[in-house]
């Protein structure tokens, strides 16, 4: 769970992420190469979608504020049959936190505060 902000970052626990972060139900991992939202790729996310359980959905934070991610990139998971969620980051951090308190198997990618 997402314990608060830092600077453009993200504290998990005793962790801070300053540069973005991936969640899954199962870890936490710093996004070092998070690209802008409008150049957002799967390829991009890395193995985040390695899990035994395929997520519902993915929480796309984009920042300081709501951007929507390429068409492209949507379809590509939707063809997975992964939906996914744009809002700006603050607010995707929010969300991870209600939806995971319900046991929902999400994940999530959360671009700088910036």
Do not use: K, Y
Not at 50 to 74: C, K, Y
Not at 89 to 114: F, H, K, Q, T
């Amino acid at each position: 769970m997402v314990t608060g902000f830092s600077g453009r970052g993200f504290r998990v626990r005793d962790d801070v992420f300053p540069d973005g972060l991936l969640l899954s139900p199962v870890r936490a991992l710093a996004w070092r190469d998070a690209p802008a939202v409008d150049a957002l790729t799967v390829a991009h996310l890395g193995d985040l979608f390695d899990l035994e359980i395929q997520p519902e959905f993915l929480l796309v934070g984009t920042g300081a504020g709501l951007r929507q991610p390429p068409r492209a990139f949507v379809r590509e998971l939707e063809g997975r049959g992964i939906g996914v969620e744009a809002m700006d980051s603050r607010a995707a951090a929010r969300a991870w936190g209600v939806l995971r308190a319900e046991d929902r198997w999400i994940v999530a990618a959360l671009m700088p505060l910036v």
